[in-house]
Structures are given as structure tokens and as C-alpha cells.
């Protein structure tokens, strides 16, 4: 996330933009933070703050209601 983050920033500086922010990136297949625990990521370089945005959510509370949803489906049609 981080290297991605300056390189965001680095296509801002590049082109003499500093307003506004870089396109959102993202990361939907799940990496580990640093607590070990699986999480999805997004984040973008905002040029008025020169600073990172960042957001990470656990992936088991991301998914929780589909695998809620899943499961309530199942049941359901086992019945």
C-alpha cells in the first residue's frame, strides 16, 4: 500500500498537480496487515494535504454478512 501510495503521489508531482487527489486504488484479494490479519485495503494520495488516505477492513468483517446470507440460503433450501 505504501509504495503504491508514493508512486500516486509521484504521478501527481509529475504532473504539476497539487490539487485534489489521485484515482482510488484498491486491493480486493486480501493482504495481511500488521497484526497478521487478513484485511482489503484502499487508499489514495490526497495533493492538497500531501498525505496518504488510507482505509483497511478486516476481510472476516467485510464478508460477514455474505457468509451470513450463504448460510441462511442453505438452510432454507435444505428445509
Known amino acids: 500500500m505504501v509504495a503504491s501510495?508514493?508512486?500516486?503521489?509521484?504521478q501527481i508531482?509529475?504532473?504539476?498537480?497539487r490539487r485534489g487527489h489521485?484515482?482510488?486504488e484498491s486491493d480486493m484479494k486480501g493482504y495481511r496487515d500488521y497484526?497478521?490479519?487478513?484485511?482489503?485495503?484502499?487508499w489514495l494520495w490526497n495533493a492538497n494535504l500531501d498525505i496518504e488516505l488510507a482505509l483497511e477492513v478486516d476481510v472476516a468483517e467485510a464478508l460477514?454478512?455474505?457468509?451470513?446470507?450463504?448460510?441462511?440460503?442453505?438452510?432454507?433450501h435444505i428445509r
Open 5 to 10: 501510495s508514493l508512486a500516486l503521489r509521484q
Open 13 to 17: 508531482e509529475n504532473t504539476g498537480n
Open 22 to 24: 489521485s484515482p482510488v
Open 35 to 42: 497484526r497478521g490479519v487478513p484485511v482489503f485495503g484502499a
Open 64 to 76: 460477514s454478512n455474505y457468509f451470513w446470507t450463504c448460510t441462511a440460503i442453505h438452510e432454507n
